[in-house]
Structures are given as C-alpha cells and as structure tokens.
C-alpha cells in the first residue's frame, strides 16, 4: 500500500476535485467509505435541479468547523490528504475494508485523539481506478481537533510509511515497496508520462529504458562496455560531467530516439530506477577505472551479430541447460549468504535481457516480472560493493549469450526460447523463497509478484511469440501480445527437467 500525502488551504475546493470528474475522467461514482462521523449523515447529496451535481456546502462546513474554532492559532496549511493506493496487482478491495483500513490508518497517524486529546475530523473518498489502473482511497483530514486546538504534524510523511507497513500486515496486503525496508528507490510515472504513452498505444519511455539499461548491464565487465552496449541497442547517451572538471563522468541520461522531427525524451539514470544511478552502477567493477566523459562519447556501439535460426536455436538450449545446473547450484548456498545480493542482481538483470528477446515492445508477463524481480533485488542505499560470487559471473555469461540472439521468429523457436524461460521462472521462484527465507518481506513480496507472473508460463508449457499488434492501454495489466502455443519436442524437453 502506498501512502502518498499532500497539504492545502481550501477544503471545499478539494471535495469539488474528489466529487468531480478527475484529469482522466476517472472519478466514477465518488462517495464516502468511512468519516469521523456517521457515513449516511456526512455523505453529500446532490442538487436537486439537475440531479448532476454535488452538494458539498454542508460537508465542507462540518470539516471546516474545528479549523474556523482555531481561528489565528489555526495551521495555515490544515488540510491534510492522504492517498492510500494499491498497485494494481494487489487487485482490488471492498468497501468495507477500505473503511475499516482508512479507519486505523487515522487512528494509527494519531489523528482520531484518545482520552486526553481530541481527535480531527476526517472523511475517506472511494471512486473509481486511477490511470494506472490503482484502487486507492483518499483521507482528507483537517488539521485541528474537535475543541478548536491545532494540530501541528511532525515526519507525518515518514510515519505514514510506517503505519502502511503496519496496516500491510494487519490487513494481509502484499508487500511491494521495497524501499520502504531502505532499498534504492524507484520513482513512479508522473502523470504526463501515462497520457502520453495512452495517446500513442506504447509502453511509457521511462519503463523501456529502465529495462533497456538494465539489460544492457546483464553480465557487462566495466562501464565502458555497458555504455556501448547501451548504444547497440539504439538508445541515445549523455554524460554529466563535474563542474570544476569536465573530463569527470559523475552522471548520465539515456533517451530514446524521437520519432520523425520530435525532441527525445531525456531521463538521469536515477530517475529511472534508484539502483540505475551511476553511484550504485560503479559498485558493480570496484577494481575497474571509470572512464573519462571522451570515452563516453567515443564508445563504439557493441553491434551483435546475425545468427540463422538454427545457431539461435542452439544458444537457447544450452543457456537453459546452464540455467538449470545454475538453479541447483543455489540449493547449496545458505540464506544470509554474502553472495545472495550479487546473484539476485545477476538475476534481475538476465530477467531484463530474456524480457527484451521475449517482448521487445516491454508488454507482457515477463517484462512485468523483470520489472518486480528488479525491487526485489534492490540494494540498500547505502549498501557497499556487493561480494563476488562465481554463480553471479555463470549468470551473466547467459546473458552474454542471450543478447546476440534476438526475438524468437516463429512458433518452432519460441518453443525452444521458452526452455529458457522455464528455466528463469524456476530461478525467479528459488530467489522468492530465499527472500521470505531471510525475513525480507517487501523483498519477498515483490519477488513473489515476479514468480506469479511466470508461474502460467511454467504451468501452461506456452511458447509465446510476439507479434507487434494493437493492443490494450496502456496501464493495464493484460499483455499486448499474441502468445502462440507450441509443442516442445523431445529434444528439447530435456533443457527442462
């Protein structure tokens, strides 16, 4: 659950949003779940001459009241929003649990009083799903309590992560925000960045390139060759360099290349993903110098070669036959291990780079599941150098393998191509079973996500091939992919067991 808080000064001019339309008409059929009174008595009716509008005075009125009591002694700044949303996996909630969730979470953010103070007056707001298709309520609290006294907030931001994490458990919700454990961070979508992409039918630029640098990392010796391989794979690459000396690298941005005359889209590493900032990418070769801004902007593309079908065919079946000896090899290593953070990041990012051959256009289960398996294996920020770890190194060999392949171009191949993806699945459920192992709960639940979303491939046998077709808005949860069934032969099974 995902706590997000604002402040204001008008709390009619906030219901009028919570009541109206919303900036993607996503606002349907808006009304109260829960309040610090009665929820029949607090609930706005609507005009009775067209029957299409609110009336909010009443409401209004009754939760200004306490802030009009405190009068000069009052917050300037007294009304208190909080989203609660659910990342659309979680799926969606009842109205009554939402009260009863919007009810403790006052409660826990000390803003119901107790027997000797007086607690605020509140309401929470359910609609419809948000454009990322989240279920979420809205709290609006007013900052003064009942007998007119102010209420002055102190780190309410860091205590209502706390208090989501507490209600997480209480209330049996996953946990898929690692960060909130201390892991790198990954900033969310703003809301130009959903539109523009829903305008367009495509994946939003700052989810392709998260996976496309990711994927460019999978098994990279040094930066030199991660920036080339970035290159190859037609993004456009900057270097920020120190100001008091241009020959430093301190930072980058990728973008990818606009379309006819349009100006690309630039993102800072950072913002794409907390552990894709050049910082905690320089961890990766502690022993290697990072090279100067000229290097950066000479680096020569690493352009794979073309393979026929039967050489690429070939690869996949011994990287699923080293997959799975790589799987077995993890039995053996204890939880709490040094090597664990190194092998689940190798992990992430061979997940990225079998995403980028399965799905290219960066829709379907797999790019989903590289997406979770990527806060599951986040580092803390201030995590040192992970340990070296041979099963990390056998990692990222496959992905040296997997990248000069491409997409599968037939059902024949996709066949042989989902060995691979089996064997990945199995690694993925082995990492989530190591994370709940060692008491990482939001690492675990966000490597639980990634295993859900493999385990129909593993259960299923489906190959999938990838057809760049129309397909459903972005936001949603369904694939924009055409998944072809096929028959794995007998040779091929044995890459299996």
Known sequence: MIPKVTYGTRVRGLLEYLWGPGKAEE??????????????RLAPGRHDRDGERWSLDKLAARLDAPQIAAG???????????????????????????????????QEMGFAGDAERAGCRWIAVRHGLSVKGNDHVHLVVTLAAEDGAPVWLRQDKRRSQQVADLLEDEFGLGKWTPGRAGATRRPELTRPEVERARRVDQTPDRELLRRQVRAALAGATSEAEWVARMKGAGLLVAARTSATDRDQVVGYAVALPPAGAGKPHWYAGRSLDGDLSLTQIRKRWPDVPPPVAGQWKTADSAESPTLRGEDRMAVWRSSAAALEAISGRLGGVAPGSPQWPVVARASADLLARVAAATEPSGRGPVTRAADALARAAAPPRRAPAPAASTIAVELGRVADALMVTGPARDGGEAAVLLAVVVQVARLVVALAELRAAEQQAHAAGAAARAAAHLMPLLAQGAAHVEREVPGPRVGREEPDVTWARARVDPADQQTQR
């Not at 059929?29 to 929820?39: F, I, K």
């Open 27 to 40: 606002h349907v059929a808006p009304h109260l779940v829960a309040g610090y009174d009665d929820v029949a």
């Open 72 to 106: 000069e002694r009052g917050v300037k700044q007294y009304v208190w929003q909080c989203s609660l949303s659910l990342p659309a996996q979680e799926g969606q909630l009842d109205d009554a649990t939402w009260g009863r969730i919007a009810g403790r979470f006052v």
